[in-house]
């Protein structure tokens, strides 16, 4: 079973670090992505904007869906179908095309975040300790690669069916074989209450009035993130006066300390629990948008961003966590995490339509300097809700004893 369990975590770790990769090479190559299309500055902010409201809409379904279908399932197909369609968006030619590839990656974005965050919360409940920052992690290092790889590709004046084929072509088949081994982590009871190895019709989870408190802090978090990238380099360039080349360097360090936060993350957890890191995550990035906001120049503006990227990492794998800690307390069933993951997962995308907008418009109003205590005001109200954090120590997350037979489920390919 510690076999299942180590095959189970590094093929999930892939999962994340396929997506991490995906999705960057979507979103760092959007100016490109408008020049092949054609589409109109006035248009583009639909196209953008699809993407993560279909994405909430697949999130949705996939509460529904994991009632029948393991969510192992779930993520073994939605992943090549995410490739796919990055792949449809750089090879069209007319907007038609361009509006269903992106229709498809955002409702399969959606079923792909949820059932990789149900794996995730599943398998750290089995390990009985935080394993959940290094999923987040494996994703961050994933988009960094996926970054680079959308630099090499603007560089060298490549097509973006060029750029992307080459990933597709590697990543298709990797994911579905990594996807033999993974592991669902129910319980031989849930097990036995699906009839085709779904999570079972009789799995009710917990309402949205329970996990208000985690969807606020999931939303406030990604407002904070989708700050920095959309944000960044306009706030280094405009506000701070640097260089058009060093105003792309804030988003870079965000993400590598991103990954840094959440590689070494779990182990705070294991050491001063979750709300103790929630907490002091909150605190970090809160700073981190207080010195942006007074920094008298660009490199004083970097420091802020490495403290954001510090702070942030580590609140929405911890948000996850909690919600599936939650649902499964009051349920009384580990399978009970899967819809609390994917309502909670809703609110990721709601943070990110939302941050960027706003920022807009409070800078346009006011000033860009005034628009970044908003979000620090918003990330310090997760202080006020650290406590939906916390663990009982014989839960997964807040101790340190070994997975029992018995909360390890079958792998997908049936272990």
């Known amino acids: 079973m510690t076999d299942v369990l180590r095959r189970g975590r590094v093929s999930l770790a892939f999962g994340f670090f396929a997506q991490g990769v995906a999705f960057a090479l979507l979103v760092t190559r959007i100016p490109a992505v408008q020049d092949r299309y054609g589409v109109s500055d006035a248009l583009l902010p639909v196209f953008l904007a699809a993407v993560p409201i279909l994405a ?5 379904v996939t509460e529904r869906l994991v009632r029948r279908v ?21 090879a069209g030619d007319r907007v038609a095309v361009l509006a269903v590839a992106l229709g498809v990656f955002g409702l399969a974005v959606g079923a792909l975040d949820a059932s990789m965050n149900m794996l995730g919360v599943s398998l750290q409940r089995a390990y009985r300790r935080s ?18 790889l959308a630099w090499a590709g603007a560089h060298w004046d490549l097509a973006l069916w060029v750029s992307y084929l080459p990933v597709v072509v590697v990543l298709v088949p990797a994911a579905l074989v990594g996807s033999r081994w993974y592991v669902d982590g129910e319980s031989a009871a849930g097990d ?15 309402g949205f009035g329970v996990l208000l408190p985690l969807c606020l802090v999931m939303t406030f978090a990604y407002i904070g993130d989708s700050t920095v990238s959309n944000w960044s380099a306009k706030y280094l360039q405009d506000v701070l006066g640097s260089s058009e080349q060093l105003a792309t360097v804030p988003y870079n360090v965000y993400m590598v300390t991103t990954l840094v936060g959440r590689a070494v993350g779990d182990f705070g957890v294991r050491r001063f629990g979750a709300v103790a890191v ?15 906001a007074g920094a008298p120049g660009a490199w004083a503006g970097m420091l802020g961003f490495t403290l954001l990227g510090l702070g942030l990492c580590v609140l ?23 819809a609390a993951v994917a309502r909670l997962n809703v609110f990721n995308y709601v943070g990110f339509l939302i941050g960027s907008p706003l920022v807009g418009a ?50 997908s390919n049936g272990l």
Request: charged letters at 20%; proline letters at 5%.
């Open 70 to 90: 393991r969510p192992s399932r779930l993520l073994r197909w939605s992943q090549p179908v995410v490739l796919l369609a990055l792949l449809g968006v750089g």
């Open 278 to 292: 929630v907490r002091g995550g909150a605190v970090v990035a809160a700073g981190g948008f207080a010195v942006v």
């Open 362 to 411: 409070l800078g346009d109003a006011w000033s860009y300097r005034g628009a970044m205590l908003v979000p620090m005001v918003l990330v310090l109200v997760t202080v006020v809700y650290a406590r939906s954090f916390e663990a009982r120590p014989d839960r997964y997350g807040g101790g340190h004893e070994r997975p029992r037979t018995a909360d390890v489920g079958r792998g």
């Open 56 to 60: 909430g809409i697949g999130s949705v």
């Open 316 to 338: 929405v794998p911890q948000t996850f966590a909690a919600a599936g800690r939650l649902a499964e307390e009051r349920d009384g069933r580990p399978g009970a995490s899967d």
């Open 192 to 206: 036995g209450a699906a009839g085709d190895g779904g999570g079972g019709a009789e799995r009710a989870g917990v």
């Open 131 to 148: 394993i959940m920052l290094g999923f987040h992690a494996a994703y961050s290092l994933g988009g960094i690669l996926g970054a680079s």
